[in-house]
T-cell receptor, first 112, second 116 residues
């Protein structure tokens, strides 16, 4: 059974860079790894997606090593509004199809 | 384009009652799924579907049934509600299951279910 784990929580201060790692030991070889942000009482919101090496968009970077057994979400210069729960989402192979499973989630608390 | 819609937004049931949570999407997505999120916890996959007529079990399927008769709709049925099913239920859809960079999951607003 694939296990997708993340640190339960992280603390940071405004303006710092935050790195959140997701460990996934048995994911589909042909899938993308996606990260989501979730605020209380809302559904998850897409942040970034990647397959290998490094991907960057206007809000985050995603680092995926060659063995793809982990991925790291990097948030540059966090602000108070980045306080949220962050989830990785990976595809687990199941026969001819994949099923999408979330990591355990990381609560990021940003302080002034 | 309404995206992913879910009804109802809130529901209170008594133990043993049955009900159906509705989910619909208008983006012609093949992949649809149901997740539950217990208070202070992460999202766990209940059931998913890779296209009309095809469904499969996720991590926590017991007590729930699904069917996919059309591409647009993916209802979740609670057969006999139990207090352990008190949770927020999210429906999501995407073009496929993570195989392409466009396979971003779109989430509905959620249904908050309480079973007494």
């Amino acid at each position: 059974l694939a296990k997708i784990t993340q640190p339960i929580s992280m603390d940071s201060y405004e303006g710092q860079e935050v790195n959140i790692t997701c460990s996934h030991n048995n994911i589909a070889t042909n899938d993308y790894i996606t990260w989501y942000q979730q605020f209380p009482s809302q559904g998850p919101r897409f942040i970034i997606q990647g397959y290998k090496t490094k991907v960057t968009n206007e809000v985050a970077s995603l680092f995926i090593p060659a063995d793809r057994k982990s991925s790291t979400l990097s948030l540059p210069r966090v602000s108070l509004s980045d306080t949220a729960v962050y989830y990785c989402l990976v595809a687990i192979p199941r026969g001819a199809t994949n099923k999408l499973i979330f990591g355990t989630g990381t609560l990021l608390a940003v302080q002034p | 384009n309404a995206g992913v819609t879910q009804t109802p937004k809130f529901q209170v049931l008594k133990t043993g009652q049955s009900m159906t949570l509705q989910c619909a999407q208008d983006m012609n997505h093949e992949y649809m799924s149901w997740y539950r999120q217990d208070p202070g916890m992460g999202l766990r996959l209940i059931h998913y579907s890779v296209g009309a007529g095809i469904t499969d079990q996720g991590e926590v399927p017991n007590g729930y049934n699904v069917s996919r008769s059309t591409t647009e709709d993916f209802p979740l049925r609670l057969l006999s509600a139990a207090p352990s099913q008190t949770s927020v239920y999210f429906c999501a859809s995407s073009y496929a299951a993570g195989l392409q960079p466009t396979d971003t999951q779109y989430f509905g607003p959620g249904t908050r279910l309480t079973v007494l």
